[in-house]
């Protein structure tokens, strides 16, 4: 069974600088996605980035990019230029053709954002 | 486009009793899921369906059940509550791809006493 671990249950940073978030996952399957989500107190799950394991080239979106390092099984999270509003749980989450592409996801990093 | 709704957004059950927890998608998604969230934890999967019919169990199934009759309804049903599944449940859905977004409802969150 594949595993998704994210070891800092609680980051922060302060407005306007970078923080990277990590996350780890173990599997010996080839095709497969990576995603962080975001939850916000709202509850909503929110897809921030997603990276396919096939491609080198990391994925950006706006101020949030992604370190993938496939050898390593490495999947971290870089926000650039923090604002109050990115303040949330963030989920990693592994997705592959095993149980109906269902995701599996992290325990979760608590992001505070301060002034 | 209303996505994914859930229904009711909160309960109080009391130990023994029983529900049922609504979901459904006007995207027509072939993939549909449930999972629970724990404080503290992630998102862990109870059942999904690969389509109208077809279901299966996902990795916490104990003490839920669950039917696909529609391509749009996936209900998950409670039996003889227990303190333990006191979480929120998230119900989610997708179209068949690895690389496809999966949409969340907003949860529903309950609590058994």
């Known amino acids: 069974a594949q595993t998704v671990t994210q070891s800092q249950p609680e980051m922060s940073v302060q407005e306007a600088e970078t923080v990277t978030l990590s996350c780890t996952y173990d599997?010996?399957?080839?095709?497969?996605?990576l995603f962080w989500y975001k939850q916000p107190p709202s509850r909503q799950m929110i897809l921030v980035i997603r990276q396919e394991a096939y491609k080198q080239q990391n994925a950006t979106e706006n101020r949030f990019s992604v370190n993938f390092q496939k050898a390593a099984k490495s999947f971290s999270l870089k926000i650039s230029d923090s604002q109050l509003g990115d303040a949330a749980m963030y989920f990693c989450a592994y997705r592959s053709p095993f149980s109906g592409y269902a995701l599996n996801f992290g325990k979760g990093t608590s992001l505070l954002v301060t002034p | 486009n209303a996505g994914v709704t859930q229904t009711p957004k909160f309960r109080i059950l009391k130990i023994g009793q029983s529900m049922t927890l609504q979901c459904t998608q006007d995207?027509?998604?072939?993939?549909m899921y449930w999972y629970r969230q724990d404080p503290g934890m992630g998102l862990k999967l109870i059942y999904y369906?690969?389509?109208?019919?077809?279901?299966d169990k996902g990795e916490v199934p104990n003490g839920y059940n669950v039917s696909r009759s529609t391509t749009e309804d996936f209900p998950l049903r409670l039996e003889l509550a227990a303190p333990s599944q006191t979480s929120v449940y998230f119900c989610?859905?997708?179209?068949?791809?690895?690389?496809?977004?999966?949409?969340f409802g907003q949860g529903t969150r309950l609590t058994v006493v």
């Open positions: 989610a859905s997708s179209y068949v791809g690895v690389d496809t977004e999966a949409f």
């Open positions: 599997t010996s399957e080839s095709d497969y996605y």
């Open positions: 995207m027509n998604h072939n993939y």
């Open positions: 369906s690969v389509g109208a019919g077809i279901t």
